[in-house]
């Protein structure tokens, strides 16, 4: 099921940390040169495949929730950050706690990475949904799907790195997109 409000995108802050040492008189010895840092990604297409899996995984988790076990809930979390994964676990706490059931899958339709910021190692990617088959209903069966309700959603979602993995950090709905079938 798609973020049907999205998050909001958060700006990625990056902290530096200044060590310092007092020095001894005297002399010392040099010290060694540390190992190299390996960039996390060696090339945007790297990058755009880490982005998808990420996503292709979240969205296998979400299809695999039980509103009923929060515990089904922790997969799709460890693959999101930040404010998306803030506003889904407030989501799936609320349904669970209201008796919701989720059925159905959503379905990626496509993925295309769109940009890499290779400095803050972010990517952006248009995602199209296919939400058709997903259906929610309350502790009463009453559906709570808007009957408006794109059977599509153009996603425009971005992605953090952590270590050496993605995480899906804000997905907004992207009115200019377009899903092709």
């Given at each position: 099921m798609p973020r049907l409000h999205p998050a909001h995108r958060?700006?990625?802050?990056?902290?530096?940390?200044?060590?310092?040492?007092?020095?001894?008189?005297?002399?010392?010895?040099?010290?060694?040169?540390?190992?190299?840092?390996?960039?996390?990604?060696?090339?945007?297409?790297?990058?755009?495949?880490?982005?998808?899996?990420?996503y292709r995984a979240l969205t296998a988790a979400l299809n695999r929730i039980d509103t009923r076990d929060p515990g089904t809930f922790e997969p799709l979390y460890a693959l999101s950050s930040g404010d998306f994964e803030e506003a889904d676990r407030e989501a799936y706490s609320k349904m669970h706690a209201e008796g919701?059931?989720?059925?159905?899958?959503?379905?990626?339709?496509?993925?295309?990475?769109?940009?890499?910021?290779?400095?803050h190692l972010t990517v952006v990617a248009d995602v199209c949904l296919d939400v058709s088959q997903v259906t929610v209903v309350d502790a009463q069966g009453i559906s709570q799907v808007s009957p408006d309700r794109p059977a599509r959603y153009a996603l425009l979602v971005t992605f953090v790195s952590e270590g050496?993995?993605?995480?899906?950090?804000?997905?907004?709905?992207?009115?200019?997109?377009?899903?092709?079938?």
């Open positions: 958060r700006s990625l802050a990056t902290c530096c940390v200044a060590l310092s040492a007092i020095g001894f008189l005297g002399c010392s010895p040099a010290p060694e040169p540390g190992p190299t840092p390996t960039p996390a990604f060696a090339s945007e297409e790297e990058a755009f495949a880490a982005a998808e899996e990420t919701y059931v989720i059925a159905g899958e959503t379905v990626i339709i496509s993925f295309e990475g769109r940009t890499f910021d290779s400095t050496d993995r993605m995480l899906t950090d804000s997905a907004e709905v992207n009115e200019d997109g377009e899903c092709a079938s």
